[in-house]
C-alpha cells in the first residue's frame, strides 16, 4: 500500500500493469492523504506509476461502529472504543485473552522519587485510572481500507485515534494523535494477547528489541 498526496484520491493509479482507485484517508491528527495498492514492485526498489480513469471500486473490508473485518480478520469494539475479539477467520482462533479488552488505555500516576523528568518508579502502576467514555465513529469504509475513529478526554487532555483494517492484512493499524496537557501521568495502551510464546519481536525506535 502506497500513500499518496490527498489531491489524488478519486482517481485510478497503474502499477505494474494493475489499475486501482485512489481511497481518501483521515489520519488521527486530522491530517488528509491518499492510498492506494501497488503492484510489481521488487523488495527495496521502485516502479514508475501512472494516473488513469479510476476503475470501478470493489472492496473487502467493512467497519461499523462496533466492528472492523476483512477476507482474514474480524473485530470486534465495545462502545468506548476497546477491542473485545480479534478473531483470524482462517483458523477461527481469538487473539484477546477471555474477558479481557484490547487497546485499553489508562492513565498512572507518575510520581517519582528521584529525576521527574525522566525517571518511571517500579510502583507506578499502584494508581491508576481508566479514561472516560469515548466516542467511536465510522471513518472510512473502503475500497482498500476500513477504519474508525475513537475521541477520548482525560483531564485536561484529547487522545484521538485511527483504528484501521486494509484489505489482505493481517495486522491492525493503530494512528495515535494526543494532544497532552497533563502532569506526573503516565499514559498505556494495555493490549492482553491470548498467547503463551518464548519470544516475540518489538519495534522501537531505531529498530528492534
Do not use: C
Not at 16 to 31: K, L, N, P
Not at 49 to 64: D, E, G, M, N
Request: charged share 20%; glycine share 8%.
Amino acid at each position: 500500500m502506497a500513500e499518496l498526496p490527498a489531491t489524488l484520491a478519486g482517481q485510478g493509479i497503474t502499477t505494474g500493469g494493475v489499475t486501482e482507485s485512489v481511497q481518501a484517508i483521515t489520519r488521527a491528527d486530522g491530517m488528509q492523504a491518499a492510498i492506494v495498492p501497488v503492484h510489481g514492485v521488487p523488495a527495496l526498489g521502485w516502479a514508475a506509476l501512472a494516473t488513469a480513469p479510476a476503475p470501478s471500486a470493489k472492496t473487502t473490508v467493512s467497519a461499523t461502529v462496533t466492528s472492523l473485518e476483512n477476507a482474514l480478520l474480524r473485530l470486534t469494539l465495545n462502545g468506548d472504543g476497546e477491542i473485545t475479539s480479534v478473531i483470524d477467520k482462517t483458523t477461527g482462533r481469538e487473539a484477546i485473552a477471555a474477558g479481557q479488552t484490547a487497546n485499553r488505555l489508562v492513565a498512572y500516576e507518575d510520581k517519582s522519587k528521584n529525576w521527574d523528568a525522566w525517571d518511571i518508579d517500579w510502583y507506578f502502576e499502584e494508581q491508576s485510572w481508566p479514561m472516560g467514555p469515548a466516542t467511536v465513529t465510522v471513518q472510512e469504509t473502503g475500497p482498500h481500507r476500513a477504519a474508525l475513529r475513537i475521541e477520548r478526554a482525560y483531564g485536561q487532555s484529547r487522545i484521538v485515534q485511527v483504528v484501521s483494517l486494509s484489505a489482505g492484512a493481517r495486522q491492525v493499524e493503530f494512528d495515535t494523535f494526543i494532544d497532552w496537557h497533563d502532569q506526573q501521568t503516565v499514559l498505556k495502551a494495555v493490549f492482553p494477547f491470548d498467547m503463551n510464546v518464548s519470544e516475540v519481536r518489538s519495534e522501537i525506535q531505531f529498530g528492534h528489541v
